[in-house]
């Protein structure tokens, strides 16, 4: 299902906002292990959009009137799951990917997990209050949100990617299910706007533990 938008996300501009969301958090933990470098982070989101079988959105070219919003949670014991949100020429739609499971078990094909992907209908909000949601939650024409330093280590802690492209760039922040920082609080109090608004589970509730896979 599609609504027309207009101009509530930003328009797409020629200027790189990657530093933006590259940029370290003011309130950032001082103790705990370095974060997973930014380059690192876009190689495994690119192996699971391969593995996923929808295609790098980096790497994706987009005309002027259609940009995409992805959001992953996974890299953890649990195998990842992706929220997908698309307008084009103003109208959005959304879907979710997620390891195929038939009876409580999830399909594996020579090893590797089977992905099945789910058309999803309007948000229990609408397109208009969702999209104004994401825009003060500062995800506009770019992502503007700042990385964490550090994290906690967690054995069966998850990393949350929350990553956008539109014709011009591509930007990208994460954050380890220990953050603790304001923006990184910010990207899990998305992530969970997310869940609510169409039925879904990435799993980032507010006890940030993995989940099993997504039926």
Not at 157 to 176: D, F, I, K, P, Q
Request: one cysteine or more.
């Amino acid at each position: 299902m599609a609504i027309f938008l207009g101009s509530l996300l930003g328009s797409c501009s020629g200027h790189d906002n990657q530093s933006n969301s590259v940029s370290a958090s003011k309130d950032s933990i001082s103790e705990g292990l370095p974060t997973i470098p930014y380059d690192e982070m876009l190689g495994r989101v690119a192996g699971l959009s391969g593995q996923a079988g929808i295609g790098n959105l980096k790497d994706a070219k987009l005309p002027d009137d259609q940009r995409e919003i992805r959001i992953w949670k996974g890299f953890g014991l649990t195998y990842p799951r992706c929220f997908i949100l698309r307008i084009e020429n103003g109208n959005a739609s959304a879907s979710f990917v997620s390891p195929k499971v038939i009876g409580a078990k999830a399909v594996f094909d020579k090893g590797n997990p089977v992905y099945a992907t789910k058309v999803l209908n309007a948000p229990h909000s609408g397109w208009v209050d969702l999209v104004t949601y994401l825009r003060e939650q500062g995800i506009d024409s770019s992502i503007e949100l700042s990385l964490d330093k550090h994290f906690i280590p967690d054995p069966d802690g998850e990393e949350l990617v929350l990553e956008m492209r539109n014709a011009s760039y591509h930007t990208m922040a994460y954050y380890n299910d220990s953050t603790v920082t304001g923006d990184g609080k910010k990207a899990f109090g998305i992530c969970q706007k997310i869940e609510k608004e169409f039925d879904i589970h990435l799993g980032c509730h507010d006890e940030r533990r993995p989940t099993k896979p997504c039926s």
